[in-house]
């Protein structure tokens, strides 16, 4: 800023009254300052600079991105100096249309004006939102309107009666910088925009403070977006942007190691699938033998290391339109109960109008924990009413991999990916 400060105007310095910092003002129109450091409202005019007002301390309201007081941006092929930003609190109403449908929805919008100046003391707006970017410049319409009766605006000749996009209050939240009138907290103004050919068209008027119904300023005003990158080189040379590259650097670095973790995680999950372990028992017996009042006790299962285990039953050779249920307790070497598996395997068949169908179920499956090697085994019971011989094979496996973990981990590692690369872009 120092290097480049001879090409604009003559700057006037002068340290602030309430916290002593150094103050600049580059516009010869300037009557009134905003300290940037404390929100104190100084007299620039005069020698003495004594406060007027305070407003909110800046940390309240802290810039959107890496715009600040006093930076030099290159636009039109000209320096432009950041000499002010003003807060905007919008209470709107917004068009929108759906499925034949149309009107206007009431909407809350905040957004900074940033006001640059260059050395022949030509001025624009930089607006900034959430959003993004637009160059405000000041306009004379051919067709000046503010607010039809029937929501259809033009400014120039060759533009369409097009529809109001928003319109509303917009109300001053924060100020800092330089001005040309005082700056009042909770000023309002009221506005209307319709777009052409993707530029924001806006009038913008305020009402008398004494007088509410009388209008005591009109301004007119041409939105153009304006991309981050352009944004961005337009400010090149300020060590804000300097930085800003440095941790987005940073950030893109980390975005990367998420992606690599995010895919390691979604390959991990994919072979969890198919695997399933090695198995340490089977036992095969006919489900007869279940029948009884005291079920079926199973041969041991040892168990030499703990972990996680699947135990998992098929029936097989099971007799047409039938079913039987299954309950299974798996117990310890005390013969306590510590888990349980239930299901009821059918086979049915048949034709319809479509022709021929089969419903069955085969196979069940639980995955358990173990905490402690030993000798373990499982209790079977059958449903007494059925009647039919079946098959039913058992299988312990251990060393399972559980998709479930790998899962959450991919989720978890693409969520911190998009916010990292959101970081990297200048998002969030």
Request: contains cysteine; proline residues 3%; glycine residues 6%.
């Amino acid at each position: 800023m120092i290097k480049t400060q001879s090409e604009l105007a003559s700057v006037k310095q002068f340290n602030c009254q309430n916290c002593g910092n150094g103050l600049y003002v580059h516009n010869p129109r300037a009557q009134y300052i905003c300290c940037q450091y404390c929100g104190s409202v100084l007299d620039a005019a005069s020698e003495t600079h004594q406060i007027l007002q305070k407003l909110d301390k800046p940390t309240k309201h802290k810039p959107m991105s890496f715009i600040e007081l006093g930076q030099i941006a290159n636009f039109y092929g000209r320096n432009y100096q950041v000499i002010s930003r003003s807060r905007w609190r919008s209470k709107y109403n917004e068009y929108w249309s759906e499925e034949g449908e149309s009107g206007y929805s009431r909407e809350v919008w905040i957004y900074d004006e940033w006001l640059l100046i260059d050395e022949r003391k030509t001025y624009f707006y930089l607006i900034e939102d959430k959003e993004g970017y637009y160059i405000s410049d000041e306009i004379i319409p051919q067709h000046p309107t503010l607010l039809p009766n029937n929501l259809r605006m033009k400014f120039f000749d060759d533009q369409p009666n097009s529809i109001v996009r928003e319109y509303g209050d917009s109300e001053l939240i924060y100020f800092e910088g330089e001005s040309n009138y005082r700056i009042a907290k909770n000023e309002q103004k009221k506005f209307a925009m319709f777009k052409h050919r993707g530029i924001n068209y806006e009038s913008e008027w305020r009402m008398h403070p004494e007088h509410k119904d009388q209008i005591k300023e009109i301004e007119f005003f041409k939105e153009t977006p304006i991309s981050r990158r352009k944004v961005l080189e337009a400010f090149q040379g300020n060590q804000a942007i300097e930085d800003l590259y440095k941790r987005e650097g940073q950030w893109r670095f980390v975005a990367i190691m998420g992606s690599i973790a995010s895919f390691l995680a979604l390959f991990f999950m994919f072979v969890s699938i198919g695997e399933d372990g090695e198995q340490i028992f089977y036992q095969s017996l006919d489900t007869q033998q279940l029948a009884e009042e005291t079920g079926f006790e199973s041969q041991p299962i040892e168990i030499t290391e703990p972990g996680i285990f699947k135990l998992e039953l098929n029936a097989s050779q099971i007799t047409p339109q039938s079913e039987f249920f299954i309950f299974a307790y798996i117990l310890d070497k005390d013969k306590q109960a510590i888990n349980q598996i239930q299901e009821t395997f059918y086979y049915y068949s048949g034709t319809d109008s479509d022709g021929s169908w089969t419903e069955s179920r085969t196979n069940t499956d639980k995955i358990f924990k173990l905490k402690e090697p030993g000798t373990y085994y499982l209790q079977l019971y059958k449903n007494r009413e059925s009647v039919f011989s079946n098959t039913l094979e058992v299988k312990v496996n251990q060393g399972i991999i559980l998709t479930r973990y790998f899962v959450l981990l991919f989720i978890a590692f693409l969520i911190f990916t998009i916010y990292a690369f959101g970081k990297s872009r200048g998002g969030f």
